[in-house]
């Protein structure tokens, strides 16, 4: 229950792919809600495309207590 790495330092235009890899249902919600998958199952997959730079933090609206970090040079 837990993103892994916390947090990632990418360049701009980079796609940032979750894989979910758990018996439970995930999802990845950017707190400036500038991107939202809906509940993936394990082996699903979400992509987003960081277009700008900046610090861009999520979570699991399921799990809030699951938070992570896209920083984007």
């Known amino acids: ?3 892994m790495p ?14 979910f890899d758990d018996s439970t249902q995930h999802t990845v919600n950017a707190d400036d809600n500038s991107f939202a998958s809906s509940a ?11 277009t700008s730079a900046g610090t861009v933090s ?3 609206s ?5 938070k992570g970090t ?4």
Request: some cysteine; hydrophobic content about 45%; glycine content about 8%.
């Open 1 to 3: 229950f837990m993103f």
């Open 6 to 19: 916390g947090t990632l330092t990418v360049p701009v235009g980079t796609t940032v792919t979750w894989r």
């Open 40 to 50: 993936m199952a394990n082996g699903q997959t979400f992509t987003h495309t960081f």
């Open 58 to 60: 999520y979570h699991c």
């Open 62 to 66: 399921i799990h809030p207590f699951m």
């Open 70 to 73: 896209i920083v984007v040079k």
